[in-house]
């Protein structure tokens, strides 16, 4: 059951992020974009993080996607410019599917390796979710999560500054 | 249950495919997006592997990768958005002004 | 009989949950239309509907077929797929909210305790077990909103669209971090994300998240209208103001299309209400059963909704985007910080 309802999600996911690269239309692009999401923020559930499935939903789909969906409207991009070269398509296609194999190739000879930890389902079940993410993030990560907000400060300054001035 | 292997292999095969649009396409906004793919693709690895091993780091890995994504959307749309008030084009082969 | 280590009546339970609330929303968009052009209609001294049945009651019905025979017209410019996309994806998220919202309290049949909230189950002793990020859900939904206007407004190919369409976005974003952080308002008092705790948390009308301090309160009232601008109500209906816009993203749309943004407007009414009671105004709690005070807080809403629609004008676009980043955005922020110090010195 499990497995099956895995194997539908990941196609669908698959799918739709081979129509991200294939549409003509970035408008299109986005939309398979936004359903590739869809599909992790499942998967996310399924992996016992509901958390993480409701961020990605929210930053993701719900802001990050808005934006880009909000520039493509506002310069109104409707099709890509004809100019393709042969060689280039060649070349990526082929790296892709290097890189995949790559993988592939390494996954299937390697195994889990590492200690285990203390979170499993019963935990989760028991403390939360969010609430072991919230403790692990405010105290063991405390300082990585500080700096984040200056990277965000950094990036609206950046983006205040890209938006006024006449470049 | 569903193996690890699973949604790594599943996981690969959305890098790739991110990665061969990166490659492949001309338009700024398309290789933008294919980017978020690969990150996203990045982010159902470190959380399969954070169920697996039960462990939070990973997931406390993709809130962070999150945060940069959030930031470089920012960043990169009002670049992308005053790169086309001069040059009418968001084509990367037109982002030219730096070579010679 | 068990499946999945749950008795059969659960699920049972869960279908006639899911009708009855849908059916439920369905019947209240359908009038809210005729109740808010008879409200709108008194308060400008007129007397609004009155010609279909007793009262001009039978009013929706007859709108409702009206639209359903009209000429559909896909413009021979639009975008096609994404033309016929647009309404489903305006209306579903509209709808799909109410899975995580309680409308009423554990009710018991033959035996088994039964909570009146779509994704939830209790046990024998009457805990529930819900969604237990119940209002990330909520926000996840809400933000999808928009999707459906954009949509519309890009591919049908029209000035009038896109412009509507455009402004939809930006307004979205603006007002959804707003909303976002007066929420936090609720969850540091709360202590929870799942929307059964946070009702049952609400007990008497001091125990309402708005009447709980200062801070809160203002949160209630900075929540309840930034969701009104992210549902496009007037006074923040930019996206489709007739009067400069033509009907702005909805303007190549017809027939059932059409209608179908019209129950999604209506429908996005509905859940913004059923969300602020649930999260500001004690949920179903209240002296009359638990279902009624529900329903009666949701309507109390609405018609403040039809009420701000007949007094106020639209806002200009600038003054909009001032209104949500220079004056709700820093004031949920500092409302989050006195909610923290309160909390702190009134443990």
Known sequence: METLFFSIVAAIAILMSILVIRCK???????????????????????????????????????????????????????????????????????????????????????????????????????GHTELIGQSLFTEFLLPFEITSILLLAAIVGAVVLAKKKV | MVSLHSYLILSAILFSIGTIGVLTRRNAIVIFMCIEMM????????????????????????????TVAAAEAAVGLALMIAFFKNRESIDVEDLNLMKW | MEIMGLPLIYYGAMILKVLLAFVFVLLTVAYATYAERKIIGHMQVRVGPNRVGPMGLLQPIAD?????????????????????????????????????????????????????????????????????????????????????????????????????????????????????????????????LSLHAIVADQAGLFGWYLFRNPFTFLAGIIFFICSLAEINRTPFDLPEAETELVSGFCTEYSSMKYAMFFMAEYANMVTVCAVTTTLFLGGWQGPLPSVLNFIAKVYFLMFVCMWIRATYPRYRYDQLMKLGWKVFLPSTLFLIVGNAIWITLFK
């Open chain 1, 25 to 127: 239309n970035p408008i299109n692009s986005a939309l398979s974009l936004i359903m590739t999401f869809f599909c992790l923020a499942t998967l996310y559930v399924m992996l016992e993080a509901p958390f993480m499935a409701a961020i990605q939903v929210i930053v993701y789909a719900g802001a990050i996607m808005v934006l880009i969906v909000f520039v493509i409207m506002l310069l109104n991009i409707r099709t890509e410019s004809g100019r393709r070269t042969q060689h280039a398509l060649f070349l990526g296609a082929a790296t892709g599917l290097f890189l995949l194999f790559q993988t592939w190739y390494f996954l299937s000879r390697s195994s889990l390796t590492g200690a285990k930890g203390a979170i499993d389902s019963a935990a989760i079940a028991k403390v």
């Open chain 2, 39 to 66: 990150l996203n693709a990045v982010n159902l690895t470190f959380i399969a592997l954070s169920k697996y091993l039960g462990n939070l780091d990973g997931q406390i890995f993709v809130f962070f990768v999150m």
């Open chain 3, 64 to 192: 409702g077929i009206k639209l359903f025979f009209k000429e559909e017209i896909i413009p021979s410019e639009a975008s096609k797929f994404a033309f016929l996309l647009a309404p489903l994806v305006a209306l579903i998220p509209a709808f799909i909210s109410f899975a995580v919202i309680p409308f009423g309290d554990v009710i018991e049949i033959a035996g088994y305790k039964i909570p009146l909230q779509i994704a939830a189950f209790a046990d024998n002793a009457g805990t529930v077990f819900d969604l237990n990020i119940g209002v990330l859900y909520i926000l996840a939904m809400a933000s999808l909103g928009v999707y459906g206007i954009v949509l519309a407004g890009w591919s049908s190919n029209s000035k009038y669209s896109l412009l509507g369409g455009l402004r939809s976005s930006a307004q979205m974003i603006s007002y959804e971090l707003a909303a976002g952080l007066a929420i936090v308002c609720v969850f540091m008092v709360s202590q929870s």
